[in-house]
């Protein structure tokens, strides 16, 4: 079936480090691909989103491309900030349904 | 305007109680969805509601737990007998359009403690 799988964590790193946390998914047909963030206690907000191959979106510093051909859709941000520290969920929609990865756990240290 | 409203936020009980979860949706929106967050883990789908229907329950259990989204007042999520499987957070996300990648707004949640 349709699902996510993403980057174990937890991450950490240092402010200003770059960040990667890889995602790729698994669609029978053209999902919709996702990023949020939870920031503690808080529930989940959109950081971004693609809906079609090659699309990259893109919000506060952080990007993501939706690779097609190597179904991923890996998020990306060149310099974290102590603020960033949060669990980051990709997510797909195809047709009636949503799928969440597990999420990584990131933090960044001062 | 206020965004995805949830309550409570905190709710304790005990084995064999009923729960009952609230979400409003954002002003506008008639697509309501519940999922649910085991510790460390992502959010599972359960149910997708529109005012007065349940679209897709897939993501439901079948037994104890049920859903609604009248066409006055919230979406309630009832949980009938709880277990201390149930406990979890609850998250309501609400869209203003039905399709799927329409952006899905999330409620802060409601995490339930079964004793």
């Known amino acids: 079936g349709d699902s996510v799988t993403q980057m174990e964590g937890p991450v950490t790193l240092s402010e200003e480090a770059f960040l990667t946390i890889n995602c790729t998914y698994t669609?029978?047909?053209?999902?919709?691909l996702f990023w949020y963030v939870q920031y503690p206690g808080e529930g989940l907000q959109l950081l971004l989103k693609?809906?079609?191959?090659?699309d990259k979106g893109s919000n506060k510093g952080f990007e993501a491309t939706y690779r097609k051909e190597t179904t991923s859709f890996h998020l990306e941000k060149g310099s974290v900030q102590v603020s960033d520290s949060a669990v980051y969920f990709c997510?797909?929609?195809?047709?009636?349904?949503?799928?969440f990865g597990a999420g990584t756990r990131l933090t960044v240290k001062p | 305007n206020a965004g995805v409203m949830q309550n409570p936020r905190h709710l304790v009980r005990r084995r064999g109680q009923e729960a009952r979860l609230r979400c409003s949706p954002m002003?506008?929106?008639?697509?309501v969805y519940w999922y649910r967050q085991l510790p460390e883990e992502g959010l599972k789908f359960m149910v997708y509601?529109?005012?007065?229907?349940?679209?897709?329950e897939s993501g439901m259990p079948k037994e104890r737990f049920s859903a609604e989204f009248p066409k006055e007042g919230p979406s309630i999520l009832r949980i009938q007998q709880v277990v201390r499987g149930d406990s979890a957070a609850y998250f309501c996300?609400?869209?203003?359009?039905?399709?799927?990648?329409?952006?899905?707004?999330f409620g802060p949640g409601t995490r339930l403690t079964v004793l």
């Open positions: 996300a609400s869209s203003y359009m039905g399709d799927f990648t329409d952006t899905q707004y």
């Open positions: 669609a029978t047909g053209y999902p919709s």
């Open positions: 693609a809906t079609k191959a090659d």
């Open positions: 997510a797909l929609t195809l047709g009636n349904d949503m799928r």
């Open positions: 002003k506008g929106h008639s697509h």
């Open positions: 509601l529109q005012k007065e229907n349940i679209i897709d």
